[in-house]
Structures are given as structure tokens and as C-alpha cells.
């Protein structure tokens, strides 16, 4: 099982949605669009803008693919590709009102240097974590978003590649050489959850 997810870019920011909360998978949560392969998916990014245009209404011919990162390994049988686009600045989110409460923008800013952060910390069979938790109001509306889980850590990791710049927090990547600290990462959780078999 490969899900995939688009994070997608304008100039200086990240396009996010939130859940509805009365959903079943992943309510109330802030996302970006992704989900499950399809049998017509014939790789990872035609699953993310499958999924991008089923949940936000972003046409692919609006999307300018950049690059797919580093998979990451949710469980020992679930792999999540993350696929870095930019988009249109002319794109108007077309929420999908069975899955989708809000489409809104952060700035890529604010993955590095946050207003309201926190952090927590698991070790787990001799593999450390961080959890990064990032707490975003939305200027537009006043709405306060919680950023978290591999949202969280998907948006910091293309906020530290595009800016280039140091947080103002603990992370888990070597910021000198973040494509093999991701890969790291990535064989430290493998290793983690196929040692539970």
C-alpha cells in the first residue's frame, strides 16, 4: 500500500486543508491532499493529483511537479511518498464538501519560525522521535489550525529545503545534508517497524 500526498507550493507558501471533524478517517485533522493508490494511478504523482483534484479541485495542468521526497514508513506495510509541486498563484480551492472543512495557506516562513510550537519526544525500541506541533491562526478568518503528525513533519522538511535556513527548534535532520538525514530517518523507521514482525 503506497498513499501519496501533494504538498503543494505557492511562491512562499504551503496549501493545507482541514478535515471535517464528523469524518471517520482523520477527523478534524490538517492534511494535504493524498490518499491511497489507485488501480489507474500509474505512480505516485498520479495519485497525489488524482487526490489533490478529488479533495481540493486542483487540476493537474496546474501543477508544476518539482520532485518526490523521501517515502516515509507509516507502518510496516504503508509507504507515504510526499510529491512537491508548485501551483498556479490564480488557483481557487474547490473544497470537496464530503471530506474537506477549509483550504488555507501557511507560510513556509512559519515552518522555521513559528508563533506556537511544541515538540515531543519517543524513544521506541532504542529509535528516538520528534514530534513536531505547530499552531497556525489563519489571518484571513482568525481560525487556529494544529499542524502536527507527518503533516508537520513533511511541511518542515520542505520549508528546510526551499529557504535554506536554520528553526528555532530541535529537528531530527542533519540541515548540512538534508536528503541523506531524511533517508536516515526513513531506514531508522524501517528498521523499527520490521522489527516488530
Same mark, same amino acid.
Given at each position: ?24 478517517? @482523520? ?12 488501480? &489507474?494511478?500509474? /505512480? ?30 507509516? /507502518? ?12 498556479? +498563484? #490564480? ?8 471530506? *474537506?472543512?477549509? *483550504? ?20 521506541? @525500541?532504542? +529509535? ?26 513533511? &511541511? ?17 535532520? #542533519?540541515?548540512? /545534508?538534508?536528503?541523506?538525514? @531524511? ?11 520490521? @522489527?516488530?514482525?
Amino acid at each position: 500500500m503506497s498513499p501519496s500526498v501533494t504538498d503543494t507550493l505557492l511562491p512562499n507558501d504551503l496549501t493545507l486543508w482541514s478535515h471535517f471533524s464528523e469524518l471517520r478517517r @482523520s477527523p478534524g485533522e490538517v492534511c494535504f491532499p493524498g490518499g491511497k493508490c489507485e488501480p &489507474a494511478d500509474v /505512480d505516485d504523482v498520479a495519485t497525489a493529483l488524482r487526490e489533490a483534484l478529488e479533495e481540493v479541485g486542483l487540476p493537474p495542468q496546474q501543477v508544476e511537479v518539482v520532485c518526490r521526497l523521501v517515502p516515509y514508513l507509516l /507502518d510496516k506495510n504503508t509507504f507515504i511518498t510526499p510529491v512537491v509541486g508548485l501551483i498556479d +498563484h #490564480n488557483f481557487q480551492a474547490q473544497p470537496n464538501p464530503d471530506e *474537506v472543512k477549509k *483550504v488555507f495557506l501557511v507560510p513556509l516562513e512559519y515552518f522555521l519560525h513559528p508563533r506556537a510550537y511544541h515538540q515531543n519526544h519517543m524513544t521506541e @525500541s532504542g +529509535h528516538h522521535f520528534i514530534i513536531h506541533c505547530f499552531e497556525y491562526t489563519n489571518p484571513e478568518d482568525g481560525a487556529t489550525y494544529h499542524i502536527k503528525g507527518l503533516t508537520a513533519k513533511f &511541511a518542515l522538511f520542505v520549508a528546510l529545503i526551499i529557504l535554506g535556513k536554520k528553526p528555532t527548534f530541535e529537528v531530527e535532520f #542533519n540541515l548540512n /545534508d538534508l536528503t541523506s538525514s @531524511s533517508e536516515e530517518v526513513f531506514l531508522k523507521l524501517h528498521k523499527h517497524a520490521t @522489527s516488530k514482525l
